[in-house]
Protein backbone atom coordinates (compact mmCIF):
# COMPACT_ATOMS: atom_id res chain seq x y z
CA UNK A 1 0.00 0.00 0.00
CA UNK A 2 0.78 3.27 -1.12
CA UNK A 3 -0.75 6.47 0.44
CA UNK A 4 0.53 9.94 -1.24
CA UNK A 5 -0.55 13.91 -0.28
CA UNK A 6 -0.43 16.35 -2.37
CA UNK A 7 0.36 20.21 -1.44
CA UNK A 8 1.37 23.37 -2.61
CA UNK A 9 -1.55 24.55 -4.63
CA UNK A 10 -3.03 27.92 -4.58
CA UNK A 11 -3.99 30.86 -6.56
CA UNK A 12 -1.49 32.45 -8.91
CA UNK A 13 -0.89 35.40 -11.41
CA UNK A 14 0.12 34.54 -15.14
CA UNK A 15 3.85 34.19 -15.31
CA UNK A 16 4.19 33.66 -12.21
CA UNK A 17 5.98 30.28 -9.92
CA UNK A 18 4.50 27.52 -7.82
CA UNK A 19 5.75 24.44 -6.40
CA UNK A 20 3.64 21.29 -5.72
CA UNK A 21 4.79 18.54 -3.26
CA UNK A 22 3.94 14.87 -3.10
CA UNK A 23 4.56 12.94 0.01
CA UNK A 24 4.92 9.54 -0.22
CA UNK A 25 4.32 7.22 2.82
CA UNK A 26 4.08 2.87 3.16
CA UNK A 27 5.93 0.89 0.20
CA UNK A 28 7.75 3.49 -1.07
CA UNK A 29 10.64 1.15 -1.98
CA UNK A 30 8.48 -0.66 -4.00
CA UNK A 31 7.48 2.46 -6.71
CA UNK A 32 8.40 2.36 -9.36
CA UNK A 33 7.44 5.36 -10.72
CA UNK A 34 5.99 8.86 -9.80
CA UNK A 35 3.72 11.37 -12.15
CA UNK A 36 1.98 14.32 -12.01
CA UNK A 37 -1.83 14.38 -13.24
CA UNK A 38 -3.85 17.65 -13.98
CA UNK A 39 -7.61 17.73 -14.46
CA UNK A 40 -9.03 20.77 -15.90
CA UNK A 41 -13.19 21.20 -15.77
CA UNK A 42 -14.93 19.31 -18.64
CA UNK A 43 -11.90 17.98 -19.55
CA UNK A 44 -9.72 14.78 -19.66
CA UNK A 45 -7.07 13.85 -16.56
CA UNK A 46 -3.84 13.97 -18.38
CA UNK A 47 0.01 13.23 -17.54
CA UNK A 48 1.90 16.37 -16.82
CA UNK A 49 5.11 15.26 -15.89
CA UNK A 50 6.55 11.81 -14.71
CA UNK A 51 9.81 10.72 -12.86
CA UNK A 52 10.95 6.63 -12.56
CA UNK A 53 12.85 5.19 -9.63
CA UNK A 54 16.17 5.79 -11.83
CA UNK A 55 14.79 9.27 -12.24
CA UNK A 56 14.37 9.34 -15.72
CA UNK A 57 11.83 12.32 -16.45
CA UNK A 58 9.55 13.12 -19.06
CA UNK A 59 7.15 15.94 -20.06
CA UNK A 60 3.93 16.50 -22.29
CA UNK A 61 5.22 18.72 -24.84
CA UNK A 62 2.46 21.79 -23.13
CA UNK A 63 5.21 22.36 -20.31
CA UNK A 64 8.56 21.39 -21.44
CA UNK A 65 10.53 24.26 -20.54
CA UNK A 66 8.52 25.65 -17.86
CA UNK A 67 7.58 22.49 -15.32
CA UNK A 68 10.78 20.39 -13.78
CA UNK A 69 9.91 17.03 -11.84
CA UNK A 70 12.30 15.75 -9.17
CA UNK A 71 12.70 13.99 -6.01
CA UNK A 72 13.93 13.35 -2.84
CA UNK A 73 14.25 10.32 -1.20
CA UNK A 74 15.21 11.18 1.68
CA UNK A 75 11.87 12.38 2.26
CA UNK A 76 9.97 10.17 0.06
CA UNK A 77 8.48 13.33 -2.01
CA UNK A 78 8.58 14.02 -5.37
CA UNK A 79 8.34 18.18 -6.33
CA UNK A 80 6.92 19.81 -9.67
CA UNK A 81 8.02 23.10 -9.74
CA UNK A 82 6.17 25.40 -12.30
CA UNK A 83 7.03 28.31 -13.87
CA UNK A 84 5.84 31.25 -16.41
CA UNK A 85 2.27 29.43 -15.25
CA UNK A 86 0.07 30.42 -17.93
CA UNK A 87 -4.31 30.37 -17.08
CA UNK A 88 -4.54 26.95 -19.24
CA UNK A 89 -2.48 25.65 -16.47
CA UNK A 90 -5.40 25.67 -14.19
CA UNK A 91 -6.45 22.79 -13.29
CA UNK A 92 -6.65 19.49 -9.87
CA UNK A 93 -3.17 18.18 -9.81
CA UNK A 94 -2.90 14.78 -8.68
CA UNK A 95 -0.04 12.84 -7.83
CA UNK A 96 0.09 8.85 -8.93
CA UNK A 97 2.50 6.09 -8.05
CA UNK A 98 2.70 3.17 -9.99
CA UNK A 99 3.98 -0.17 -8.20
CA UNK A 100 4.80 -3.23 -9.93
CA UNK A 101 5.07 -6.50 -8.98
CA UNK A 102 5.84 -10.07 -10.58
CA UNK A 103 1.99 -10.29 -11.44
CA UNK A 104 0.33 -6.95 -10.99
CA UNK A 105 0.94 -3.71 -11.68
CA UNK A 106 -0.98 -1.38 -8.88
CA UNK A 107 -1.98 2.75 -9.41
CA UNK A 108 -2.53 4.64 -6.33
CA UNK A 109 -3.72 8.45 -6.49
CA UNK A 110 -3.46 11.39 -4.18
CA UNK A 111 -6.59 13.71 -3.00
CA UNK A 112 -5.39 16.29 -5.58
CA UNK A 113 -4.72 19.92 -4.84
CA UNK A 114 -6.40 22.91 -6.63
CA UNK A 115 -3.74 25.03 -9.07
CA UNK A 116 -5.57 28.37 -10.24
CA UNK A 117 -3.55 31.12 -12.90
CA UNK A 118 -5.23 34.40 -12.71
CA UNK A 119 -5.05 36.28 -16.54
Known amino acids: QVQLVESGGGLVQAGGSLRLSCAAS????????IGWYRQAAGKQRELVAAISSGSSTNYVDSVKGRFTISRDNAKNTVYLQMNSLKPEDTAVYYCNAILITTTTAYTYWGQGTQVTVSS
Open 26 to 33: GSTRSINA
